[in-house]
């Protein structure tokens, strides 16, 4: 069982948004703003597409959106283009030098 | 450009140990923290540990400490990962990854570890 929980699935039409949740607890969440926000395909290594919440790193396109509100993250993704279907993982800050991971959400572009 | 090639890995068996490497390149690797994550098969991301720019503090997840170490050489540009006593439930591909950002990873290919008799 992961520290952070994310729905295991989410999907959505290309054009539509589509926004994928990461709870945790007032110990990381709710305690920190380093919530950040991972893809990844088949066979492939993660890719950073959000962190402290809502920054983006250079390269990643502003159809990829970050928040947070109590103990929850989201991760929207608008404007759903057919290779956004991968893999979402979030990941928290978790205190005294620990950091936890979500389950992981598999995005369908149907 | 910024590249993290880890080796060492392999098989091993029940109760062995193996020591995996991570060669950075690309920028000033003595000024970032570094982690270890994880993925086991077919599973998800599992953060495993994490090593300030000097090497002098670490964090671990509960399911390794005591049996993992992380460590780095400035001078060589490398990170690695002690594992000790291991078991079928650390078979994963291991993660090199350096914190470019807070809490934002930048990540290596991954090596893979099968433990197995």
């Known amino acids: 069982q992961s520290a952070l929980t994310q729905p295991p699935s989410a999907s959505g039409s290309p054009g539509q948004s589509v926004t994928i949740s990461c709870t945790g607890t007032?110990?990381?969440?709710?305690?920190?703003?380093?919530v950040s926000w991972y893809q990844q395909h088949p066979g492939k290594a993660p890719k950073l597409m959000i962190y402290?919440?809502?920054k983006r790193p250079s390269g990643v396109p502003d159809r990829f959106s970050g928040s947070k509100s109590g103990n929850t993250a989201s991760l929207t993704v608008s404007g759903l283009q057919t290779e956004d279907e991968a893999d979402y993982y979030c990941?928290?800050?978790?205190?005294?030098?620990?950091?936890?991971f979500g389950g992981g959400t598999k995005l369908t572009v149907l | 450009e910024v590249q993290l090639v880890e080796s060492g890995g392999g098989l091993v068996q029940p109760g062995g140990s193996l020591r995996l490497s991570c060669a950075a390149s690309g920028f000033t690797f003595s000024g970032y923290w570094m982690h270890w994550v994880r993925q086991g098969p077919g599973k998800g991301l599992v953060w495993v540990s994490r090593t300030n720019s000097g090497g002098t503090t670490a964090g671990y997840a509960d399911s390794v400490k005591g049996r993992f170490t992380i460590s780095r050489d400035n001078a060589k540009n490398t990170l690695y990962l002690q594992m000790n006593s291991l078991t079928a439930e650390d078979t994963a591909v291991y993660y090199c990854?350096?914190?470019?950002?807070?809490?934002?990873?930048?990540w290596g290919q991954g090596t893979l570890v099968t433990v197995s008799s």
């Open positions: 990941s928290s800050y978790a205190g005294s030098n620990n950091f936890e």
């Open positions: 402290e919440v809502s």
């Open positions: 007032s110990s990381d969440v709710g305690a920190y703003k380093y």
């Open positions: 990854a350096r914190e470019y950002n807070p809490g934002g990873l930048d």
